[in-house]
């Protein structure tokens, strides 16, 4: 396969992006080409003072226009469904794929494995295994950015946005901030440590921290009282809908429409809960947006995600 110099192809999709890559810059050289081509040699043929014919200038040329039309469909659609159907690829993650958390910050990266293992500026996946990261800001915007992966996402403040990608060779390779944040922006980097699977496993269960993203969560759940409100069993009449099985759900709001209750949605839920009021309740539940931080919201959503319903079944972040 190409190579793009300086760079890794260190997974499933850097391939693919360099040969689309080097085909789009093939296409525009062939065209910057030609155009300088003809440029200078009617510039030279047409010159001041040159013996060219000028009688009798066309003023239209159909075959041209048809021809140039017709040439650059024909080179820009193929192109364009290639390109879409990469996006579409790299969009969807496979079912079976490996959940980090990160969070940006100024000016850093911190990741929050589902079971409590946090790191600064550096993540530990897998190799040959589809990694999902699931990523928001904590104040402006950032892009975290695998170079050797070939892939970017922005991060965002107030949404989570996911990059999903399968390493396929270990080693450490540099993490970036691709978003313009601030005056350290440019020190706002890392390392991706691809492992062998079985290093992996070995490397995120002797972590010290202990408790799960889940068990935190609980604890903040007790803490914070949401379970004044929200029981958690189908016997107990709360004053706040029941929150077993919700997640990956489809919920009916109050204004008659629905919605999918992703991470984002719970999310919502608890810093603005006035947003989106659940049909058949009361819109009493208070904001508890002074109370948490980012890394709670995500301790309480695993949470609410490992609440499975009555009959066991979990849609899986
Ligand atoms: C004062 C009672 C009360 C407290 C305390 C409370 N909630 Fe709620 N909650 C509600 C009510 C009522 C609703 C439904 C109306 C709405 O959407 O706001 C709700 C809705 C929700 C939903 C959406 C549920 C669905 O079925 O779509 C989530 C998620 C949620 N709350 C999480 C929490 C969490 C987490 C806490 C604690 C940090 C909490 N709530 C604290 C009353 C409460
Ligand atoms: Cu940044």
Redesign the pocket.
């Known amino acids: 396969m190409i190579h793009l110099p300086g760079l890794n192809q260190a997974s499933t999709a850097a391939g693919q992006v360099d040969l689309l890559f080097l085909v789009l810059l093939g296409i525009s050289s062939f065209f910057v080409l030609l155009v300088s081509g003809l440029l200078i040699y009617f510039g030279v043929k047409y010159r001041h003072g040159s013996s060219a014919d000028r009688s009798n200038p066309p003023a239209t040329n159909n075959f041209l226009e048809i021809g140039w039309t017709v040439a650059l469909l024909v080179i820009g659609l193929p192109v364009f469904v290639w390109a879409a159907s990469m996006y579409f690829h790299d969009e969807v993650p496979p079912n079976n794929v490996l959940v980090i958390n990160v969070l940006g910050k100024q000016w850093m990266w911190e990741v929050v494995h589902d079971n409590g293992r946090r790191e600064i500026n550096e993540i530990h996946l897998p190799v040959n295994y589809p990694v999902k990261l699931h990523m928001i800001s904590q104040d402006v915007i950032h892009s975290l950015w695998i170079p050797d992966f070939r892939v970017k996402q922005d991060v965002l403040p107030g949404r989570y946005t996911t990059l999903w990608f399968e390493a396929t060779e270990t080693g450490e390779f540099p993490l970036r901030c691709a978003e313009y944040c601030g005056t350290q922006h440019s020190g706002m980097t890392g390392t991706v440590f691809v492992m062998e699977q079985a290093d992996y496993q070995a490397w995120l269960e002797n972590a010290a921290q202990g408790t799960s993203l889940a068990a935190q969560g609980e604890q903040l ?1 007790s803490r ?3 379970a ?3 029981k958690l069993n189908e016997q107990e009449d709360g ?3 029941l ?1 077993l099985g ?1 997640y990956g759900r489809t ?1 009916l709001l109050e204004d008659g429409t629905t919605i999918t ?1 992703d991470a984002d949605y ?1 999310r919502r ?2 810093v603005d ?1 006035q947003a ?3 049909a058949g ?6 904001t ?1 947006a002074n109370q948490v931080d980012e890394q709670d919201l995500l301790a ?1 959503i695993s949470y ?1 995600q490992s609440l499975a319903n009555e009959d066991g079944a979990n849609q899986g972040k």
């Open positions: 759940f914070l009282g949401c004044a409100c929200h004053r706040g809908p929150l919700l919920v209750a719970i839920s608890i809960p989106q009021i659940v309740y009361e819109p009493i539940m208070p508890f309480l609410i």
